[in-house]
């Protein structure tokens, strides 16, 4: 009989850099992955959904080798795992799929094992598997955050979401990987396009904190990232440029892309203009998409242990079910 729990987490997706704020700013949004996870006598993967199609079923596979640091973090050995997962962040387009399922895993892990690693060493963890703190970051702590990666450490601030804000993301068919959407980065870049990105992603930040969405637009400025990887993404210069005419208080690619993210006015009157305007310039560009209305997603991971050892419980897709019905 096993000596650890089985755990389940929720974990949402997210959106990085928020334009300006490179590597630095991210969103928690209302995209959910779950994850079950319980020591065995075998390793086995239960993977559902359209998005889990082609992800490693053995121990090659990006939760198990998660997990596997989080024992050895805590001094413990639990090398068979019974693993589920369902997802409904799509894959590679942005919305921080990666960094869900490594969240998801570490806290996964942890929980199963009674919670030795607190939530400042998981977000190390994740940052370090990552490279940049900014999905993670807003993965694990739910909400706006503004974080820092210095090669061993995160730090970080949480903003609240301001409530009147509401998120368009149109989402196209194809993917994006996000290792070579940075290989079109260059290595360096001017001072002035430096001074432009640190003073929006500040600008940002500030009214984000203040919930002054009317400086959203001016702020959501980039000159550090969105015009070298445009190219990889047909009508995303358009977007950018007439986006907020139709509605949006600002516009950024979604993380490395190609999704692109509107920041809206829940209450504002052209929510249907936004998406139609949306819709219409990826269709004029040959490009199939589909438009999502999200809501920043104030929680971030949440863990449970579940009973167990004949003890009766919602099974895991039962569970799943229950969720995408609420
Ligand atoms: N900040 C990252 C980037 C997010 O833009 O490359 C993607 O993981």
């Not at 509401?166 to 959407?181: D, G, H, N, S, Y």
């Not at 690619?253 to 819709?279: H, I, W, Y």
Request: charged share 20%; aromatic share 6%; proline share 5%.
């Amino acid at each position: 009989m096993s000596i650890y729990g089985r755990s389940r987490v929720k974990v949402p997706a997210s959106t990085a850099n928020l334009g300006p704020g490179f590597d630095t700013l991210g969103m928690a949004l209302s995209l959910y992955a779950w994850i079950e996870m319980e020591e065995a006598t075998e390793t086995v993967f239960h993977l559902y959904g359209d998005e889990m199609k082609g992800i490693a079923r053995d121990k090659s596979n990006l939760l198990y080798k998660v997990a596997q640091m989080v024992f050895a973090e805590a001094g413990v050995s639990v090398p068979e795992l019974s693993i589920s997962m369902y997802s409904e962040i799509p894959l590679t387009r942005g919305l921080g799929s990666s960094a869900s399922a490594i969240v998801g895993a570490l806290a996964a892990a942890n929980a199963m094992i009674g919670s030795p690693l607190g939530a400042a060493k998981l977000f190390d963890m994740a940052t370090a598997l990552e490279k940049h703190p900014d999905n993670v970051g807003a993965s694990i702590f739910g909400g706006i955050i503004t974080a820092v990666w210095d090669g061993e450490h995160a730090d970080y601030i949480r903003i609240e979401p301001p409530r009147e804000l509401e998120v368009l993301v149109v989402i196209p068919e194809f993917e994006l990987e996000t290792v070579k959407a940075r290989g079109l980065l260059p290595a360096e870049v001017t001072m002035s396009d430096a001074v432009h990105n640190i003073s929006r992603t500040s600008l940002l930040t500030a009214a984000l904190s203040a919930g002054r969405l009317d400086m959203i637009g001016r702020a959501m400025q980039d000159r550090l990232h969105q015009p070298y990887r445009a190219p990889m993404v047909p009508g995303m210069e358009k977007l950018l440029a007439e986006a907020p005419g139709h509605g949006a208080l600002g516009i950024a690619l979604s993380g490395a892309g190609p999704t692109l993210l509107c920041m809206v006015d829940r209450n504002g009157d052209k929510k249907q203009e936004l998406e139609n305007f949306l819709k219409e310039t990826m269709q004029e560009n040959g490009i199939p998409s589909c438009t999502v209305w999200l809501s920043p997603c104030t929680s971030g991971v949440t863990a449970e242990l579940i009973e167990r050892n004949g003890m009766q419980n919602e099974s895991f897709l039962d569970m799943i079910k229950g969720e995408l019905q609420s």
